[in-house]
């Protein structure tokens, strides 16, 4: 029998070793995916805490900023009417009568509606970057002559990305649900249930219910009414399986009439729904050039107009060089649709899938990928399709695919 | 500061809204478990960052005391899904004097559970990129023989049960008490003790065929003064 003594002394061994292992670089890493996750809703949540309590104990130790003035070069913004210098790192919380204006020393112009609240994380010489903890926030952005976007707002799990538009955005956190209502420019929105990002311009309402993983997207005229309410056209986007929330636009407008000029570029037909069309339309041999040179917004993107527009090939593409490019988890789990749904290789798509939940074991796609999985396993060894069904039922006992699972193990 | 200079504003367009002065909240310094438990009750997500910075690194190491050197597990993920399940979990703590050890007893269970689930992923036999199986290398390429002797353990651990190799680990590296590594993965008392007289006897069976820790234990017994 092993000595326990010579085993305590590996243990330190193992132990010393280990515990070196773990790097800050990596600690750092991991906290931002896991504050920026895709969060389930808890199910004893107490719902929202009351903005602005007079409370006599301060209880909070904010880590990431501590409140600081700006350096020098960077934007100075203040607060409130009549205004006084913000702080970044500073809550800021709206009471309930009244909005909170705030102005930004290049021109931009937030206000935060009642009973909101937010913080400035971060200022730059261009940009900065606001984070909505709760309610609403209105924002005239001033636009840059950067070509990146020079202003990050994050609204719960979501950012919004922004160059120079006006637009309001909204987090309820109570319901896990997130509104954006432009008025015009351009922002991408990135969070859980969608997909991939999404380019929005002026006139696009978007809402999104994470708990229902529920997308509505709206495309029209600029809208009045408050961001965090119902869009004006009600376009509902499900897929009965409970797969890709974010499948197709909801606003899918029928083909492009035949006197759509002929200047119409792929992308707006795309966005107008027509895909097969600007698939067509990039036949002149400027598909290849897409693929190696956008961005990986831009890829994606790509890939959902080759996917609805019956070119499975070109999605492929798209998504392979995705992942070569940036390493996409996202890609592998796409490239596994396609593979399946259009392409009809099984084999193919089930390698695809694997990667993912091995990439990303806790990413929003997991248990979609592993009832994908199931369901590609049936047929196949039943040892292997219960172990299968076994392991998505201790990952997801609530999940799509549960009575799927529940049938396979068996009794 | 000087008022801001509006150069390229595009005109009012948030509108002529009343607006008040703002009540300005500064969240600032101390904060103890009693406060984060309730914040994370409350879904705040300052609570959410507290609690992680204040615990991530002690989480981190639990877990990756436990799957040591496996190519197939990392410890980024798992840090990220011990905190979900902390999250998910928080209203079952019933003392927030108790948060450091339920912690540490959740860190314990997500890699338990991560272990499991390789030793199901090798029986459904899911296809590998090459250029992650480390296992099997070249006794050249191991390095100091401290952390040879790390590499191997672990891979004589990989090859044992997973309950065996966790009772183990959990006892020896992460040295927790009998009663609380039967606490964490939900067995009774004998029953961790009749799996680590198992795990134990099993360890010595593989190491023996192992060079590199027939070395460490012979090295250990003549430290010690006894025959091993």
Not at chain 1, 247 to 267: G, I, N, V
Not at chain 2, 61 to 84: K, T
Request: proline letters at 6%; charged letters at 30%.
């Amino acid at each position: 029998m092993a000595d326990p003594t010579r085993l305590s002394d590996l243990g330190r061994v193992l132990r010393e070793e280990a515990d070196a292992r773990v790097q800050p670089e990596m600690i750092q890493r991991a906290r931002r995916d896991f504050l920026e996750r895709g969060r389930e809703p808890r199910r004893n949540a107490r719902g929202p805490l009351l903005a602005v309590a007079a409370l006599a104990v301060a209880v909070v130790l904010v880590v990431i900023a501590w409140p600081r003035s700006p350096e020098p070069g960077l934007l100075a913004f203040e607060v409130g009417s009549p205004p006084r210098t913000g702080v970044v790192g500073e809550w800021l919380a709206a009471p309930v009568d009244g909005a909170v204006p705030m102005t930004f020393s290049e021109g931009t112009q937030l206000e935060l509606e009642p009973q909101s609240r937010l913080r400035v994380r971060e200022v730059r010489s261009d940009g900065a970057q606001v984070v909505l903890e709760k309610g609403t926030l209105r924002a005239d952005v001033v636009p840059t002559d950067q070509g990146q976007p020079s202003w990050l707002f994050e609204a719960g799990p979501f950012s919004v990305a922004v160059k120079g538009t006006s637009f309001s955005t909204s987090w309820d956190p109570a319901t896990d649900t997130f509104a954006i209502a432009m008025k015009e420019g351009r922002v991408v929105v990135q969070g859980p249930v969608l997909e991939t990002p999404r380019e929005l311009v002026g006139g696009d309402r978007l809402r999104v219910s994470v708990a229902d993983r529920h997308v509505q997207l709206s495309r029209g005229t600029p809208p009045e009414a408050e961001a965090a309410s119902p869009p004006a056209t009600e376009a509902r986007v499900e897929s009965p399986s409970g797969e890709d929330a974010d499948e197709e636009p909801a606003d899918a407008e029928p083909a492009a009439s035949a006197t759509a000029t002929a200047k119409t570029s792929w992308r707006e037909r795309a966005r107008a729904g027509d895909y097969r069309a600007a698939m067509e339309q990039l036949d002149d041999g400027r598909f290849g050039a897409l693929v190696t040179g956008s961005s990986q917004a831009d890829l994606f993107f790509l890939a959902d107009a080759a996917r609805f527009g019956g070119r499975p090939d070109r999605a492929k593409s798209a998504l392979l060089s995705a992942r070569k490019r940036f390493g996409s988890s996202r890609a592998a789990f796409l490239l596994g649709k396609v593979a399946a749904d259009q392409l009809r290789s099984p084999a193919e798509a089930s390698q695809w899938f694997q990667i993912y939940v091995r990439e990303a074991p806790s990413g929003a796609l997991a248990e979609q990928a592993w009832g994908r999985l199931l369901e590609l396993s049936r047929g196949g060894d039943p040892e292997r399709v219960r172990a299968l069904a076994q392991e998505y039922l201790s990952r997801f006992p609530n999940g799509g695919h549960a009575p799927l699972a529940r049938q396979l193990v068996g009794p | 500061m000087a008022g801001p200079a509006p150069a390229k504003r595009r005109g009012d367009t948030v509108g002529k809204r009343n607006t008040t002065s703002a009540r300005v909240v500064a969240l600032v310094v101390d904060h103890d478990d009693a406060a984060i438990v309730a914040g994370l009750r409350d879904g705040e997500r300052w609570a959410e960052a507290a609690l992680y910075d204040r615990y991530a690194r002690r989480v981190a190491c639990v877990l990756s005391r436990l799957i040591g050197h496996d190519p197939r597990l990392e410890v980024e993920d798992l840090l990220q899904e011990a905190f979900v399940r902390i999250l998910d979990g928080i209203d079952s703590l019933d003392d927030a004097d108790k948060l450091t050890g339920w912690v540490r007893t959740i860190a314990a269970r997500t890699g338990y559970r991560a272990i499991r689930r390789q030793r199901v992923r090798r029986m459904v036999r899911f296809w590998e990129p090459t250029d992650l199986d480390e296992l099997g290398r070249d006794d050249s390429d191991d390095g100091p023989e401290q952390q040879q002797t790390y590499r191997r353990t672990y891979e004589i651990l990989a090859r044992m049960p997973a309950a065996e190799r966790t009772v183990l680990t959990l006892r020896y590296v992460e040295e927790m008490s009998l009663g609380e590594v039967a606490e964490t993965l939900e067995m009774s008392l004998a029953t961790v003790k009749r799996r680590i007289r198992r795990a134990k006897s099993r360890f010595e069976t593989l190491a023996a065929h192992d060079p590199v820790m027939q070395q460490w234990l012979a090295d250990q017994g003549r430290e010690e003064g006894g025959d091993g």
